[in-house]
């Protein structure tokens, strides 16, 4: 069994003579819930898309779900899931449409589909809507739908970008009590997210800034280091150094 789920050493990633990724390290552990957090043009997106197996480094090495992430990369997306911020279900389709479709995607075995479907969907309290178009669906139960679709096939990871963003609180909370019974089953949860006070709800938490990590520890050890009350002002004092905008 390996330690890490996600294990970087010296990640960089150029494009010319920008770098957008400079000289990153650090290691997820199974099960934790990490939040990778950073301003516009930190270079968060860039980092997230090697870890996904969407990019190449320029150099450096890590891992992900025990796989090489310059060498590996398919192996890579076959032992993930990953949550967009934008909505990533298909809303011409039905709600027993989508699942399917991913779940297919994701190489679960054709018997297990239907009753883990049907399970799903008694779980969600979405029986009543198997047959709706995900188009016709509030914007937290599709986010709720999307979450679940993502780690339908147990993947080692999930990678969450901003994936509460436009619900209202309750749908929120709601949604961070499903990312604590996905950790519970020891599914590591990678989130990137803009809302402070939901960096509190993680293990531990990075703070990325012009393409480096300035910052990396537990919400608490956090703000006592920097002698603050939350998250947003321990992320305040270190955004605003930044220099640089997407």
């Keep these: 069994m390996m330690e890490y789920a996600i294990d970087v050493n010296n990640l960089t990633k150029k494009f010319g003579n920008f770098t957008a990724v400079d000289n990153i390290s650090f290691n997820v552990k199974r099960g934790e819930i990490f939040g ?4 516009n043009g ?18 450096g090495k890590g891992t992900v ?21 934008k909505f990533s279900l298909y809303d011409d389709l039905k709600v027993w449409e989508n699942i399917r ?19 799903l969907l008694k779980t969600l309290d979405f029986t009543s809507e198997r047959n709706s ?21 147990n993947p080692c990871i999930v990678f969450l970008d901003e994936p509460t ?4 609180p309750e749908t929120r909370r709601q949604f961070w009590e499903m990312i604590y019974e996905a ?9 990137t997210t803009h809302y402070m006070d939901e960096a509190e709800y993680c293990d531990r938490v990075s703070i990325m800034v012009d393409g480096k990590i300035e910052a990396l520890d537990t919400p608490l050890n956090l703000k ?15 955004a605003r150094k930044a220099t640089r905008n997407e």
């Design 36 to 39: 990778f957090l950073g301003a």
């Design 42 to 59: 930190a270079g968060k997106t860039t980092a997230m898309r090697i870890l996904c197996g969407l990019s190449f480094p320029t150099s």
């Design 65 to 85: 779900a025990g796989y090489d992430i310059a060498t590996q990369s398919e192996n890579i997306k076959k032992s993930i899931g990953y949550m967009s911020q």
């Design 101 to 119: 479709l991913f779940a297919g995607i994701y190489g679960v075995p054709e018997k297990e589909i239907e009753p883990r479907t049907e399970e």
């Design 133 to 153: 178009l995900v188009s016709k669906l509030p914007l937290g139960w599709k986010q709720k739908l999307a979450f679940s679709v993502a780690i339908f096939h």
């Design 165 to 168: 963003g436009g619900v209202d």
């Design 183 to 191: 950790s519970d089953r020891g599914i590591t949860v990678f989130v």
């Design 224 to 238: 006592n280091k920097f002698r603050v009350n939350s998250m947003e002002e321990v992320f305040y004092l270190l």
